[in-house]
């Protein structure tokens, strides 16, 4: 049971265009959101979060928009620069239910062209 | 350096073999997370502590796995009897709210 899906494995995009990165979800109690970025052999590095009572959170050039009422949320990375390479993960979690442990998707690798 | 920390980064066993592996969190974060990743999917939950307590445990904690945080500072996950099918990453995370990962032990069973 699959309850966060990232269904683009991979995505390319030139440097200095939008990185469009999607996440869909089954659980509708979720109520934070968050992504992290991993490069080869190393652990994921939070990018930025967003909790459902917010439709939108900027930091720099990361967007994270939240559409609940199609469960679904995307970063967007712009301008996008070669350094942005990595597999993108996104992750759920209620902590309203007293449980803190993050359901993550299976991870985009974005590929930034130079 | 003060991230989540993890020791060793790197273990290759023989099958049927017991290992061991460290995480040594943020010093002011009081939880602590256990997830492993193989390839192709994002991290999966194993277990969490809140100070010395373990709190929650996935049903993916098979009997030969068991994790510790004796202080409430540091934990291990000891694997035992290990098989091929727990070559795997295991990562640690730390948190107040939002969760820091270290940079992962990577299980090889041969």
């Known amino acids: 049971d699959q309850q966060v899906k990232q269904n683009s494995p991979s995505l390319s995009v030139q440097e200095g265009r939008i990185s469009i990165l999607n996440c869909d979800y089954t659980?509708?109690?979720?109520?934070?959101f968050l992504w992290y970025k991993k490069y080869p052999a190393e652990g994921p590095t939070f990018l930025i979060s967003i909790s459902s009572i917010k439709d939108k959170n900027e930091d720099g050039r990361f967007t994270v928009f939240l559409n609940k009422s199609a469960k679904h949320l995307s970063l967007h990375i712009v301008p996008s620069q070669p350094g942005d390479s990595a597999v993108y993960f996104c992750?759920?979690?209620?902590?309203?239910?007293?449980?803190?442990?993050?359901?993550f998707g299976t991870g985009t690798r974005l590929k930034v062209l130079a | 350096d003060t991230g989540v920390s993890q020791d060793p980064r790197h273990k290759i066993t023989k099958r049927g073999q017991n290992v061991t592996f460290r995480c040594d969190p943020i010093s002011e974060h009081n939880r602590l997370y256990w997830y492993r990743q193989t390839l192709g999917q994002g991290p999966e939950f194993l277990t969490y502590f809140q100070n010395e307590a373990q709190l929650e445990k996935s049903r993916l904690l098979s009997d030969r796995f068991s994790a510790e945080r004796p202080k409430g500072s540091f934990s291990t996950l000891e694997i035992q009897r290990t098989e091929q099918g727990d070559s795997a990453m295991y990562l640690c995370?730390?948190?107040?709210?939002?969760?820091?990962f270290g940079p992962g032990t990577r299980l090889l069973v041969l």
């Open positions: 659980n509708s109690m979720f109520d934070y």
């Open positions: 992750a759920a979690f209620r902590p309203t239910s007293g449980t803190y442990k993050y359901i």
């Open positions: 995370a730390s948190s107040e709210e939002t969760q820091y």
